[in-house]
């Protein structure tokens, strides 16, 4: 496919004077008060958090949308006040030159000979990010870049900063499918969770670095993001964003990737939180056992062997929970070591 010179161009012009910005100089020292009209000084001011960006792009046949959202990615990341800033295309097997295109706006591109997944490159991508910070999100122009300025903003006091798109973006049946899998997460993790799958987020790089051996290669690793990061107790907020329609076509499948998710949440609850899940289960067995005894007693006047079943049944359960959840505290206490050495 043809790249548009005059496109490309302009948005490597962008992206070269960003990037060859480097390191701030210091400021001059302003000239000394006599002194005895010295007044006092006031405290320093405390450096901004996000101070060296690294901005990973997953890319599969996105030449479409690629050279505008660059453009504008260079142009609000120029009016922050960040020490270095680079950006990461991760071209996972793409046919139609978006990694040429890429190279040529001037973003560091890294190759996938065939595509592995969305999830694959978002891997490669944290590991090839040098910056302190690690912004996340897709290159099919739907995140907009206006909205980074207020998530860097909230990195100042949160570890990872998502972009909520308020259960839009999406067809009918996917912003369904979201609300859904964002109830049940909510209900998992113990906090309230707007936005589960929104590959829009701003991150710590160490944590990110730590976590990404967890990740699978699909499009489910913002689920898994988020639910190890809420509940390995690291502070995570949600910003509000307008999603803009995408050009082309999605990579996402509906029932796969849904059912991949539902897994993912299962998975990670039994890790981290695990009477949440067999709790409700062990109660549900334990009703139905007793409503099966009471029933086979008035009407037979005897206690049945599918009765003992199902109470047994709930017992094992409930503890088989219990054990889960003191397993679930020592790997968490040796997590919580680990992060204040």
């Not at 999406?170 to 109830?183: C, E, I, K, M, P």
């Not at 993001?225 to 329609?245: E, H, N, Q, S």
Request: net charge positive; glycine share 8%; proline share 7%.
């Amino acid at each position: 496919m043809s790249v548009e010179p005059r496109q490309a161009e302009v948005a490597a012009d962008a992206l070269a004077s960003l990037m060859a910005a480097g390191d701030l100089p210091p400021a001059a020292p302003a000239p000394a008060a006599p002194a005895a009209a010295q007044p006092l000084a006031p405290p320093p001011k405390a450096e901004a958090r996000v101070q060296r960006l690294s901005v990973v792009l997953p890319a599969r046949n996105e030449a479409l949308n690629l050279p505008t959202l660059l453009q504008e990615l260079a142009t609000v990341l120029r009016s922050l006040p960040l020490a270095a800033v680079e950006i990461v295309v991760v071209d996972d097997g793409s046919t139609d030159g978006t990694g040429e295109l890429a190279r040529a706006a001037g973003a560091r591109v890294v190759r996938h000979e065939e595509a592995l997944g969305n999830g694959a490159a978002v891997k490669r991508g944290i590991r090839e990010s040098r910056g302190e910070w690690i912004l996340l999100l897709d290159a099919d122009g739907q995140h907009p870049p206006a909205a980074i300025p207020a998530m860097v903003e909230l990195a100042e006091r949160y570890d990872m900063v998502v972009g909520s798109r308020g259960g839009g973006g999406g067809s009918l049946h996917r912003n369904f499918a979201n609300r859904v899998y964002n109830r049940l997460a909510s209900y998992v993790s113990g906090h309230r969770i707007p936005d589960l799958t929104s590959g829009f987020r701003l991150l710590r790089a160490d944590v990110a670095k730590d976590l990404v051996q967890l990740l699978p290669n699909t499009f489910s690793y913002p689920t898994t993001i988020t639910m190890t990061m809420l509940k390995a107790g690291y502070a995570v907020a949600f910003a509000p964003i307008d999603v803009r329609p995408r050009r082309g076509k999605s990579h996402v499948r509906l029932f796969a990737d849904g059912s991949r998710f539902f897994l993912i949440i299962l998975r990670i609850a039994t890790n981290y939180a695990p009477l949440r899940v067999f709790l409700p289960v062990s109660l549900l067995f334990a009703a139905i056992g007793v409503g099966w005894y009471c029933w086979t007693w008035l009407t037979e006047g005897r206690f049945t062997n599918m009765a003992v079943l199902l109470l047994g049944q709930a017992t094992m359960l409930f503890a088989l929970g219990l054990v889960s959840e003191q397993i679930a505290a020592l790997r968490n206490q040796r997590v919580g070591h680990r992060e204040e050495r």
